[in-house]
């Protein structure tokens, strides 16, 4: 099962209504990326830059995936041209599919 039924697992998103990144972010602190560049990923992504792709995260535990779902949370990866990438949860109402 899907943590959203609209997003299947790699499926690349963007953000419905650019602007400034809704407070309620939170990252996968497993990821190793430094704070200024975790900051700029998220900001450019919200912001709409070309550079900053996002893809849904595959969710490897059902108890997890079962949590996103009833909170009507995505895990989506933020990814730029240099590789750099962050993991992060966000509103699935703040997505689309693109």
């Known amino acids: 099962m899907l943590a959203h039924p609209e997003f299947s697992s790699n499926a690349t998103v963007k953000v ?3 602007g400034p990144p809704p407070n309620d972010i ?18 450019g992504f919200w912001s709409g830059h070309r ?4 893809h849904v995260a595959y969710v490897a535990s059902e108890s997890d995936r079962e949590k996103l779902r009833r909170s009507d949370r ?3 990866q933020l990814r730029d041209l240099s590789a750099q990438k962050v993991v992060i949860i966000v509103p699935a109402a703040l997505l689309m599919l693109g």
């Open 74 to 76: 995505v895990m989506i």
């Open 16 to 18: 419905a209504h650019f």
């Open 26 to 43: 939170q990252w996968v602190k497993d990821v190793h990326v430094n704070p200024r560049t975790r900051r700029q990923l998220i900001e």
């Open 51 to 54: 550079g900053i792709t996002g």
